[in-house]
């Protein structure tokens, strides 16, 4: 089954067991109808579940690519994260393209053998090996020289680097229908990092930085991580075996606009902050006050002089209200003080400037078409930086 996230949904025949599934992983909802009949909706989210016997694809609108849901999933955390590095284009399906992708990544990182690095080991022995960690032997230990409580470095495969790697080619390797050959390909890399340590099941990841050391595994774990934290899988004795990646659609362009907006207002004066708090009314006790919160503002001097808050249903979209949108931009000019909000909408179309009736507050909406290449998407934010910045400027000129 292949849904728009902005559809109203289909009716399909379901075993209970995978209705259950669907239900649970959050990416849309199975209702019965009655004679093993469900209605399918999307819950708002996007991505892909399957087991042995069903395939629920909910896809983002404007059909848009892996490479590019990738691109935006990653900016946030990674700047900078090229698309292009992704190896298998544009697949039919998420989990063949992920699959694919995820082999190709890990072949070229692991071509030159594994990566190796510097683990700091803390021990008991009889011997000095490092440094002795004098607090934990008085602790531990008082009054006896052996044995002694030390840290080392060693040189190691057992790194963060390999750590996570191995975490994702298991758990891609346990989704229910992946193609043979793949399938071979992910253990035969697996196999290659059995003496590195096995990441718990929820265990958060372990941090890594980027270093000219390890510059040939950084695409593969962008996308390692991408993967672990999107996407689970399942499969065992007396289980169904199961896989979903759901991922929030609104949250994700939230994020991205974030990142990149701040990292293109860097080249303006005053400081860009997110997820921006400010009052809105006054009150005698602080629990009767209303805030609101744009997703973010750009200060000047400490003082909000433009806000901006991301949307990802354009006004066009199913569920989308243009209206509310600009009701809530109203609301925080008004509370934070500032003459003019940007709305950036997730689609194309032409900016537009509404100025609102018995106010000197303007409130622009900006489209960010997400179907571009990532350099594209990336200059529209820088175009969106200079025209509000431009703004602040010019209204700085009127107002002095």
Known sequence: MVLDE???????????????FVNASGLAKASPMGMGLYRIEPA??????R???????????????????????????NQGFRADSVAAAEDRELWSAL???????AERALGRGVLQGYLTVDESLRTVKGRIRISDQISRRPGMLVPLEVSYDEFTEDIAENRILRAALERMGQVPRVRP??????????????????????????????????????????LAELVLRNASAEAGEGKQQTASFVVDMAQVFEDFVGTALREAMAAYPGEMRLKYNALLS???????????????????????????????????????SLTADHYQMLAHCTALGVPTA??????????????ILNTDIDIVEFPLDLSLPPSDILAAVADLARQSWGEVVRTARAGG
């Open 6 to 20: 902005l559809s109203k949904g289909t009716v399909e025949r379901l075993d209970a067991a995978s209705a259950a």
């Open 44 to 49: 708002g989210k996007v991505g892909s579940v």
């Open 51 to 77: 087991t042995a016997t069903l395939q629920l694809d909910v896809r983002p609108k404007d059909r848009l690519g892996l490479s590019r849901l990738l691109f935006l999933l990653s900016y946030a955390g």
């Open 99 to 105: 699959a694919e992708s995820l082999a190709q990544m």
């Open 181 to 222: 050959e793949v399938l071979s390909r992910l253990r035969q890399l697996k196999g290659k990092l059995d003496a590195v340590t096995r990441l718990p099941a929820g265990a958060p990841l372990p941090p890594w930085t980027p270093s000219r050391m390890n510059v040939r595994y950084q695409s593969v774990l962008r």
């Open 282 to 320: 006054e009150a005698v006790h602080d629990s009767d006050r209303l805030s609101v919160r744009p997703d973010a503002v750009h200060l000047l001097g400490g003082r909000p002089v433009v806000a901006y808050n991301a949307k990802y249903k354009a006004a066009a979209d199913l569920g989308a």
């Open 342 to 355: 940007w709305l950036v909408y997730a689609g194309a179309g032409e900016m537009k400037l509404r100025r």
